[in-house]
Nanobody
Framework: QVHFVESGGGLVQAGESLRLSCTAS????????LAWYRQAPEKQRELVAT???????TYSESVKGRFTVSGSTARNALYLQMNSLKPEDSAVYYC?????????WGRGTQVTVSS
């Protein structure tokens, strides 16, 4: 079973940037879709962005134009460049497959954006 480890979160001010990284415990074969999710306190986990090995991406409307997802099959890694951060982006960010696999959830990385 593939497990993910997220890193790169932190506390920033509104308008600043962060780059999140996610490393998979095993090789991700072509054709799989990887995704970033986030969960704010007392809210449901939501899909933020997807990345298909091959390069195609999708974004939620709330982050489109500000976030960029990328990946490295050689490194079994997924990245999320987050620019122009807003307080409403504050959440724990996770990566997983899309659709998600329950056993693959990691601990996530906390992103806090102050106003």
């Amino acid at each position: 079973q593939v497990h993910f480890v997220e890193s790169g979160g932190g506390l920033v001010q509104a308008g600043e940037s962060l780059r999140l990284s996610c490393t998979a415990s095993a090789r991700i074969f072509a054709g799989y879709i990887l995704a970033w999710y986030r969960q704010a306190p007392e809210k449901q986990r939501e899909l933020v962005a997807t990345f298909r090995t091959g390069g195609s991406t999708t974004y939620s409307e709330s982050v489109k134009g500000r976030f960029t997802v990328s990946g490295s099959t050689a490194r079994n890694a997924l990245y999320l460049q987050m620019n122009s951060l807003k307080p409403e982006d504050s959440a724990v960010y996770y990566c997983n497959f899309s659709p998600s696999v329950v056993a693959s959830w990691g601990r996530g990385t906390q992103v806090t954006v102050s106003s």
